[in-house]
C-alpha cells in the first residue's frame, strides 16, 4: 500500500492545481486581489470583481475572505438584473471554499445548490464548473470513485457543449488524477490528451498543468528520464515566464524525480527546501504531500524514527484541516517505521487503525467502479480523438481546395503578368533597335557634313595650292589600298578621312579629291566597300563560325543594323542570303 498513498497525494496535488477556472493566468493572486480590491471600493455591486476576488482568495488559501465575497454576490443577487449568476456563483464559491478547506459535507451542499441552479437556467458552461467540483470533491475528500468519474464525465461533456476549452483541459487532468490515485497509469492518456489541446489553444497554464500531469506519471510509469528532463525543462521555462507555481510545487518535483533516480540525500534537501518555501499561502494538500514524500525518501534511508515524526506531523495536518481522509496511508507509514524499530506494539496499535478506515472506505468496491468507468473513458476518449480529427480533415481539405484555387488564380496571373511582360519587352526592344539606327544615321550624316564643310573649307584655303598630277593620285591611292589591307584601318569604328591622311602623308583635301577622281566615290564609300569586302572574306571561310553579329563588329560596322543595310546596298542581298548561297 506504500505506493499506492504516493500515487493518491500525487493525484491529489494535481487536483488542486487543475480546479475549474482562475480569474486571470498571467497575474499573481496577490496582484489580481489588489486591483480588484480597488475596483470593488469604486462599484462594490460588480458582480464579475466579486466573482474574480472570491477566485483569488481561494488562491491565496484564504478561505474565509472567499466566502465574504460570496456572502455579497448572494446579497447582490436579490437586486442585480444579473442576479441568477450572482446567485449561482455565491453557492459555487462558498462550496468551492469549503471544500478547499477540507470541510466536505458544507462543501457539497453549496455545490451541489449551485448545480441546480446551473440546470433550472440551462447555464450549460456553469453546470459544468458545478460538476468539475463535486468530482473533486468526492474523489479527494469523500473518496467515492464512482461519485467522482460521474461527476467528471458530466462536466466534460457540458465543458464541450459550452465550446470551453480551458474548463475541457482542467477536466480531462482531473480524471487522469482518479486513474493515477487507483494506481492506474492508463489515465496518462488524459493528461497526453489536455496537453494537446492546452498546444492546438496556446494556453500556456493548461499547458505547465498537464506537463506536471504527465511527468508524475511518467515517475511511475517508465522512467524515462531524458523525457522527464525535456518536461521539466518546458515547465521551469514556463514557471520563469509567467510564475504559475509556487517555488514549493518546483521543489517537490524536483524531489521527486530525485527519489525516482534513488538519489535520496538529494531527495530529502529538496523536500526541506519545499517545505521552507511553503509560506502561509501554500496549499494544506501541497504541504501533505510534501510530508508524506518526505516521510517515504527517509523511510529508503533507514532513518524510521525521522520518518515517524514526519508522518505525525502530515497527520495532525491532515486531521486540522479537514483531510483526515488521508489518515490511512499516514498510519500504514507509521505502523511500518514502527516496526522495522522493533516497536511491535506501536505498529499493531498503528497498523488496526488503519484497517479500520480502510474497511470504512470501500477500496475494493471503488476501484471496481472505476475500472467498469474506465471502458465508458477510454470510448469517449477515442470518439473525442476522432470527432476532432475528422474536423482537422474536414478543415484541412476546405483549406487545400482554397489555397488550389489561389494557387491558380496566382498562376494565371503570373502566366498573363509574364504575357504581357514579354510584349512589352519587345516592343522595347524594337523601339530601342530603331532608336538606336537613328541615332547612328543622324551621327553619320552629322560626320558626313562635317566632313564636308572641312573639305570646302579646305577647297579655299588650298585654292591657290595646284592640283595632284596624274601619277600622285594613284601613287596615295596604292598607299591607301595598302595600308587599308596591311593594317586593316577600316576595323577602327572612329577611323575618318583627317586620320587616313595624317597616316598618308597628304591632307584630306587631296585624299578627298584623289579618291573622287580614282574612285569616283566618296571616302565613307570606299571604306564601306573595303569593310564588307573584309566581311566577305571571313563569310567564304568555312572555318569561320562566327555569327554576322560578330562579324560586323569585326571589320569595324558600329551595329549589326549598319552591316546588313551597307551589305545589302553593295551586294544586292543581306549577308544572311549570301552564307545560305554559299552552302548551297
Not at 257 to 275: D, I, R
Not at 452 to 459: D, F
Amino acid at each position: 500500500m506504500g505506493r499506492f498513498y504516493y500515487i493518491l497525494l500525487t493525484s491529489i496535488l494535481m487536483s488542486l492545481i487543475a480546479l475549474p477556472c482562475r480569474a486571470s493566468d498571467d497575474v499573481s493572486p496577490v496582484q489580481r486581489m489588489s486591483h480588484l480590491l480597488a475596483q470593488l471600493k469604486k462599484n462594490p455591486n460588480d458582480v464579475q470583481a466579486l466573482i474574480d476576488a472570491s477566485i483569488s482568495y481561494i488562491d491565496l488559501n484564504d478561505y474565509d475572505g472567499a466566502k465574504r465575497m460570496a456572502s455579497r454576490l448572494e446579497t447582490v443577487s436579490r437586486h442585480d438584473s444579473d442576479s441568477v449568476r450572482a446567485l449561482f456563483y455565491s453557492r459555487l464559491l462558498t462550496g468551492w471554499a469549503s471544500l478547499m478547506a477540507g470541510q466536505g459535507r458544507d462543501g457539497f451542499e453549496s455545490v451541489s445548490e449551485a448545480c441546480k441552479i446551473a440546470k433550472g437556467h440551462e447555464m450549460t458552461a456553469e453546470l459544468a464548473l458545478a460538476d468539475n467540483l463535486l468530482g473533486f470533491g468526492y474523489i479527494n475528500l469523500d473518496f467515492n470513485l464512482s461519485q467522482g468519474l460521474k461527476h467528471y464525465n458530466d462536466a466534460l461533456a457540458y465543458a464541450k457543449a459550452a465550446d470551453d476549452y480551458k474548463l475541457v483541459i482542467s477536466i480531462l487532468n482531473n480524471l487522469s488524477d482518479a486513474y493515477l490515485w487507483c494506481n492506474d497509469l492508463s489515465g496518462v492518456k488524459y493528461a497526453e490528451e489536455a496537453l494537446k489541446l492546452s498546444r492546438e489553444q496556446d494556453y500556456n497554464y493548461g499547458i505547465i498543468n498537464s506537463l506536471l500531469h504527465i511527468i508524475h506519471f511518467r515517475l511511475f510509469l517508465v522512467r524515462d528520464y531524458d523525457d522527464i528532463s525535456r518536461m521539466m525543462s518546458e515547465v521551469e521555462r514556463l514557471q520563469n515566464k509567467y510564475g504559475y507555481l509556487s517555488p514549493s510545487e518546483i521543489s517537490l518535483l524536483k524531489a521527486r524525480m530525485a527519489m525516482a533516480s534513488e538519489n535520496y540525500t538529494c531527495a530529502v534537501t529538496l523536500f526541506k527546501e519545499s517545505l521552507d518555501n511553503a509560506g502561509p499561502e501554500a496549499p494544506t494538500l501541497l504541504k501533505i504531500e510534501t510530508f508524506m514524500y518526505y516521510s517515504w525518501a527517509l523511510i529508503r534511508m533507514g532513518k524510521f524514527d525521522e520518518s515517524i515524526a514526519i508522518s505525525k506531523d502530515a497527520l495532525s495536518l491532515a486531521m486540522s484541516s479537514g483531510y483526515d481522509r488521508f489518515s490511512p496511508f499516514l498510519l500504514s507509514s507509521i505502523a511500518y517505521c514502527y516496526e522495522k524499530l522493533g516497536n511491535y506494539q506501536q505498529a499493531f496499535s498503528y497498523l488496526k487503525d488503519y484497517h479500520i478506515q480502510m474497511d470504512g472506505l470501500l477500496i475494493l468496491e471503488q476501484i471496481k467502479d472505476l475500472n467498469q468507468a474506465r471502458v465508458e473513458n477510454e470510448v469517449r476518449l477515442n470518439e473525442s480523438k476522432i470527432s476532432r480529427q475528422q474536423s482537422q480533415l474536414t478543415a484541412r481539405g476546405h483549406y487545400i481546395i482554397l489555397l488550389t484555387g489561389i494557387g491558380a488564380i496566382l498562376v494565371s496571373c503570373l502566366l498573363l503578368l509574364f504575357n504581357l511582360y514579354r510584349r512589352k519587352g519587345q516592343l522595347v526592344r524594337t523601339v530601342i533597335e530603331r532608336e538606336k539606327e537613328a541615332v547612328l544615321r543622324e551621327k553619320l550624316l552629322k560626320q558626313s557634313l562635317e566632313q564636308t564643310r572641312a573639305e570646302l573649307s579646305e577647297a579655299g584655303k588650298n585654292a591657290a595650292t595646284p592640283p595632284l598630277s596624274e601619277d600622285r593620285m594613284d601613287d596615295l591611292m596604292v598607299k591607301l589600298n595598302e595600308l587599308m589591307i596591311e593594317k586593316k584601318l577600316y576595323t577602327d569604328t572612329n577611323i575618318s578621312i583627317k586620320s587616313v591622311a595624317e597616316a598618308l602623308g597628304t591632307n584630306r583635301t587631296y585624299l578627298s579629291n584623289a579618291i573622287n577622281h580614282v574612285f569616283n566615290k566618296s571616302f565613307p564609300q570606299v571604306l564601306a566597300e573595303y569593310r564588307v569586302r573584309a566581311a566577305i572574306d571571313m563569310l567564304n571561310d568555312r572555318d569561320c563560325d562566327l555569327p554576322l553579329k560578330a562579324i560586323a563588329a569585326e571589320v569595324g560596322f558600329s551595329s549589326a543594323s549598319v552591316f546588313f543595310t551597307t551589305f545589302r546596298n553593295i551586294m544586292g542581298m543581306t549577308p544572311t542570303a549570301y552564307r545560305n548561297s554559299l552552302d548551297r
